[in-house]
């Protein structure tokens, strides 16, 4: 299920380079992208939600940590 997570958010996010960290249905996202460029922090991790939004209603992810964040200038 990793695999699919990340390759979902490079998908829908540009140029997104992407680590999770499963722990059962527990998981630790950490996106970097310039998609996120201007957005708040809410925004930021409302897109990568829309990602795994059907990880979270099957029940296969409960608790979800994201972080979202563009490069370092």
Known sequence: ????????????????????????????????SEYFDGMSRVKKQQAVYACIQEYIADGRLHAVTIKAETPPA
């Open 1 to 32: 299920m990793q695999d699919e997570i990340i390759e979902k958010i490079r998908k829908e996010i540009t140029g997104a380079v992407v680590a999770v960290e499963l722990d059962g249905n527990r998981a630790l996202i950490e996106v970097v």
